[in-house]
């Protein structure tokens, strides 16, 4: 028993040492004209080849499965008796690599589990009855009250007793902007607080909190996944015994025994072990060319029958980070109000006001940073007042500017209605009593989003949902720009991956696109999990495909490759069988023999192979970007 697990366990390695036999015993024979050298070589190669096989095809053997293996090995021990060692040798070596191809590509990580546990917190400040001390998340319970610093993580679930302060929930949200807390605020475990300090009380702890709810659902989700019966071995139950029976009634009826070893030679499925993996790998490499990784032969059969497809937003429809979309400014003064702006930003960390400061430097304007700020007010909630370049600048919402007496005309008015209607965050900008611009602020959409939505209904997806944890009103803007008709938003992980669960109970097949660790949970539970290759390691490792680039062309390239690829293993599959369905006739009506057989039986082998290797060239049209959406703003408000 030890003997035979070292035997498969050095698969990979037989493989190779056979490939080598074989080609240095082709090489002897034609540039020496060594023939005992060729056919030592061949059987040399055929017992390396043949042990794992062997070994396989017994293993099966005892659970009363009669395997594609035992038929090889069948016809290995045939091809021996009749002297075609150089048979032997190449079906062991095309059995072997299409074994190893498969399990290379059906291979899938669990790492993700354990990445997700240690980005769990592992202490907190909890206080003791005198002051607050540093514990372990373990000795956090129920009611206890807590301590959270700058840069720290939330230890549990809880509510904020006292303090405010911006967090970081990507974690759990997924949403890119920091959140502001303050008393009476809900926060959650994992989430960061990136300035403030908090004082909260814990609700839920352990695997009750949000972010243990996230592991617990990829844990279940990818253990109820299961790898499909492949379609050779289904095939094998019924194939192989029908190979051996026609071989022996052949043999007791002609009483030839070379033409029943014949029969089992050359009913060998040789094209049909390489034809399928060969698509695969073909399939496969395509899409790692054009940024898209796709994990095992699996994955491609379930993506092209995928006909609902539901995307998380922020990350993934949109680039995850809210960035200026527009700028209006009013008046004629030459003062370069910008630049005013970012430098009394710079000195904020709020998430609008950083978006402010990259978009002024993005266009070449970082002399900013030498203007001299002074008597900074920040107006909690509405924005910021100071003092730059000898003029006071009030910088925030229509709140501010009323609280600041600032009059706002009717067209500034109707912009700032415009630029809400459409899902951005607004900052005004005001001094000596007048806005001298406005700001449009809006995580915007990944290009080409809109067009390959469109090419995705055309090539068979029939439903697009959008499920976020950004609120309705917002969702319903992003989803009805890019034609989605279902569109839920406020949803915390595990409401999305109630939603999944539901459709695949409907009959659905379902992809889910994603990003972020909240996504993890719908990723691992879809019937096809995608990952944005931007976003973080563990939606990446969770999913089955991953879009490297992050692009929609990626994602529109990959479901049409998935579709061509099966399409072309059924094509490798039907002229596989053919082939041998021609051969077996042949040989039993005397139409065909061993050397004309083995030359039809390679040359399948040839042509599915040929066939396969042409899904590396396979492209998807490019569609026609639209105008951005900065341009369509911009111009829709001038």
Not at 612 to 637: H, Y
């Amino acid at each position: 028993m030890k003997v035979q697990k070292k035997i498969l366990a050095r698969k990979k390695e037989l493989t190779l040492l056979n490939a080598i036999f074989i080609i240095g015993s082709i090489g002897a024979k034609f540039f020496f004209q060594q023939e005992w050298i060729y056919d030592v070589g061949m059987i040399v190669a055929s017992v390396l080849g043949g042990l794992p096989i062997m070994i396989q095809a017994y293993q099966a053997l005892k659970v009363k499965v009669i395997s594609i293996d035992l038929l090889v090995t069948i016809a290995v021990i045939g091809a021996f008796m009749i002297g075609e060692y150089n048979e032997s040798a190449i079906v062991t070596f095309l059995f072997l690599l299409g074994h190893l191809l498969e399990q290379k590509t059906l291979e899938h990580t669990r790492s993700a589990i354990q990445k997700l546990v240690q980005m769990a917190p592992a202490k907190a400040w909890k206080f003791t009855g005198e002051a607050f001390s540093e514990v372990e998340i373990d000795e956090v319970g129920v009611g206890d009250q807590l301590l959270v610093k700058t840069g720290a993580q939330i230890p549990v679930d809880g509510i904020v007793l006292e303090g405010s302060g911006y967090l970081n929930e990507a974690n759990v949200t997924g949403e890119s902007e920091q959140v502001h807390k303050k008393a009476a605020d809900q926060v959650f475990a994992g989430t960061i607080l990136e300035n403030g300090t908090l004082k909260m009380r814990a609700e839920r702890i352990g695997e009750d909190t949000t972010f243990g709810k996230i592991i617990e659902l990829v844990e279940e989700a990818q253990d109820s996944k299961s790898t499909a019966e492949r379609f050779i071995d289904h095939f094998a139950k019924y194939y192989t015994p029908l190979i051996l029976i026609i071989a022996i009634l052949t043999g007791l009826i002609s009483r030839d025994v070379r033409l029943a070893i014949t029969i089992l030679v050359l009913g060998c499925p040789g094209a049909l072990i390489i034809g399928v993996p060969v698509s695969n790998v073909a399939g496969i490499g395509n899409g790692a060319k054009n940024g898209i990784l796709i994990k095992g032969s699996d994955v491609m059969n379930t993506f092209s029958r995928v006909n609902t497809l539901v995307f998380d937003k922020t990350g993934t429809l949109t680039n995850g980070k809210p960035t200026v979309a527009t700028v209006q400014l009013y008046g004629k003064s030459a003062t370069d109000y910008l630049a005013l702006t970012a430098a009394v930003e710079a000195e904020s960390d709020h998430p609008l006001g950083q978006a402010i400061v990259d978009y002024v430097k993005e266009n070449g304007q970082e002399d900013f940073s030498k203007i001299s700020v002074t008597d900074t007010a920040i107006k909690a909630g509405r924005g910021i007042v100071a003092s730059v370049a000898g003029q006071r600048l009030i910088i925030g919402n229509k709140q501010l500017m009323k609280e600041q007496k600032i009059p706002l005309t009717t067209a500034l008015q109707v912009d700032e209605q415009f630029l809400h209607e459409q899902g951005h965050s607004v900052v005004l900008v005001a001094t000596d009593q007048q806005v001298v611009a406005l700001i449009g602020v809006k995580d915007q959409l990944r290009q080409g989003a809109s067009e390959t939505m469109s090419e995705l209904r055309k090539s068979g997806i029939k439903r697009l949902i959008m499920l976020t944890g950004d609120n309705q009103r917002t969702a319903e803007i992003i989803g009805k720009e890019l034609g989605f008709t279902e569109i839920q938003g406020d949803l915390l992980p595990e409401e999305k991956a109630d939603v999944i669960q539901q459709l695949q109970q409907a009959g659905e097949v379902v992809a889910f696109v994603g990003d972020g660790i909240n996504d993890s949970p719908s990723i691992a539970l879809a019937d096809i999990g995608i990952a944005m290759g931007s976003g973080t390691d563990v939606a990446v490792e969770t999913s089955d495909i991953v879009l490297i680039q992050s692009t929609f062309q990626s994602l529109l390239h990959a479901y049409q490759l998935t579709k061509k690829t099966v399409t072309n293993m059924k094509e490798n599959i039907t002229i596989a069988i053919g082939t041998v369905l021609f051969l077996l006739v042949g040989l039993v009506f005397g139409y065909v023999y061993m050397a004309s057989g083995m030359f039809f039986h390679e040359l399948s082998i040839l042509i599915v192979v040929i066939n396969g290797m042409r899904l590396l060239s396979f492209q998807t049209k490019k569609a026609k970007l639209d105008r951005n959406q900065f341009a369509k703003i911009k111009e829709s408000i001038e």
